[in-house]
């Protein structure tokens, strides 16, 4: 990397939120200085929290190891300890803080081997493993050691997993992926890249400003169930907005089958947004019971604690509504409990509810804490029904997503008060945490009381779709009933763009030549062929050689080297194999780093690496 081109500083931290967000890291480099978010600034303080109690627990665990804190030359620590804690590490423009690195113990200094180590208050996630790589292959670039592992500690109980970096047979997976973004971060940060929306957005703290450039974009990020991969794909066949993606819905894909489709249609779920339009692929068949439940969980997912139930019933048109709540979460088995207890006495015909946190909770308690003598698994089996699952393929609103909150905004449904999402009830239950204040609890209930109303409302439409004139004031239909557009005819198309006429006819005479006449016109026949002939052809490599680093200089054979650069370089080598039944082309990609010599300043490759040549 040229380091001395850039003047930004970047951090571990700056890392990981490139990872999660482009646009979020260029804006922070550039010394955006915004408020974090309410939920942005309770996982900063959870993190630190957990990192010391997760430092102190590491300490008791090695006292049988040496031990350096806080060391001025972290090189010079990890030559003289097996244990570094709360170490910093400064090359511009990077600026790494590392919780622990572990040396593992060898008679010859130079030959240990490292580990990074993280603390993380909630299971490692992908993320977390990737922008660790990445501090794993800077931190290697700078010491005479290698890093080949990661380990991250986790959970009130400090366990521990590993993840390798290195092994027998070259980097992991992930150490590539890390190399990827190491090769494209100092430039991606230069310039400020337009926002698109990814799951991070929830609890950005650009969230509002970048929606509203996105959605003045019409930017197909808006639709949340489209993958980064997917809007990829889409861009490279010139469609950048949801109103260009609602023209690719052929109504013919919904109506050729009466089979369940596997897949949410989301050139459909364009063209209702597009249309504001509610369309039916199949009315969903709902329960109509005389007692009906509707159900909504409030929970804090990564410490796999819920401290809210809600059940909102249902009875010949009288609601009422119950709720059942944990201050603690040795008190979540009390809650179970008395809900369980509940729902046994209301004997409803069906549990309603959305998605599949509300169903995995009764699963996971009924086993856990035990079922109700007259309303076990088997029953809950029979009534617990998903509206989430009756809407996914078969009823498209004219919104961005399938949530709870955005189909019940257009059906009407309003939250006022100060929890709006899951994130906000999150942050509101640590404040209640903090405080005890009966204010923040009323809010909680409050929000899961709207959440069940808000599902009584989405079912009690999905219900009524079957019926003629179902809502007046919202509209729906049938999408058996939608014409068939010009492109599902035989003969002359007509192009809303003449210019388009002539291109058409010159991809059609390209058809005809290369699969038409070619079986029936010699002259055409030798034509393709030939061209066929000229075009260089790509080899399959049969094997991959990613060569180890070297043991030292070829030039003075001094140690002390250095990873010179993160790009890598590769040759293919050709060569002849033998086997039983004759002999064929064999060939072999050679894959590299260059290094560098602190002793005599000379570059060199791996002694692997061919240099010369590319055949044997």
Known sequence: MNHSSFQMQISDTLIGEYILCHHKAAKLATGDRSDPSDFEQLEAENREEYRTRALSQIRNRSKNLTIAERPISLEAALRQHHLVLDARCDFPPYLLALDAVEASIATRPRRRELTLVKCLATKARSQDKLALACTGLLLESQLPFPVVALKFVHGPDFNTSRVLLKTSKGPTSIARNARDVLAR?????????????????????????????????????????????EIENWNARGVFTVTQLAYTFRAKTVRSSSREPKRHSQS???????????????????????????????????????????????????????????????????????????????????????????????????????????????????????????????????????????????????????????????????RWEKTGSAKFQDELISYNRRDCEALKTTAEFLANLSQPDCSPLIRTQLTQDLPSGPHEKYGQARLGIPEMTEIVRCAYFKYQQEKIFVRTNSAVRRSVRRRKNTQRRRLRVNQEINCSRPEGCPYCGDEQINVLSQKRFAKLITDLKFTPSGVKRWCIKYVTGRYLCRKCNKSFYSDQYPTKGRRF
Request: with cysteine.
């Open 268 to 430: 459909l779920q364009a063209m209702a947004i597009r249309d504001s339009t509610v369309y039916v692929r199949k009315a969903p068949e709902l329960p109509s019971p005389a007692t009906a439940v509707f159900l909504d969980i409030e929970g804090i997912p990564e410490q796999q604690f819920d401290y809210l139930i809600g059940v909102l019933a249902t009875n010949d048109g009288a609601d009422t509504y119950e709720h059942f709540w944990a201050d603690r979460p040795d008190e979540e088995e009390r809650i179970w409990r008395e809900c369980a207890e509940r729902l046994s006495v209301l004997e409803p015909s069906v549990i309603f509810h959305f998605g599949t946190y509300d169903s995995e909770f009764i699963h996971r308690a009924g086993e856990r804490y035990g079922y109700p003598a007259n309303f076990g698994a088997e029953r809950f089996d029979e009534v617990l029904y998903n509206v989430h699952r009756a809407i996914r393929t078969n009823v498209f609103f004219p919104v961005y997503s399938n949530r709870l909150k955005a189909i019940a905004a257009h059906l009407g449904i309003r939250w006022s008060g100060p929890v709006q999402s899951g994130i906000d009830s999150i942050v509101w239950r640590r």
């Open 185 to 229: 971060i100092e430039t991606d940060l230069v310039e400020l890249p337009p926002p698109r929306l990814n799951r991070h957005c929830d609890i950005c703290r650009y969230r509002d400003s970048c929606l509203e450039q996105v959605t003045a974009r019409d930017d197909l990020s808006l639709l949340h169930g489209l993958t980064p991969r």
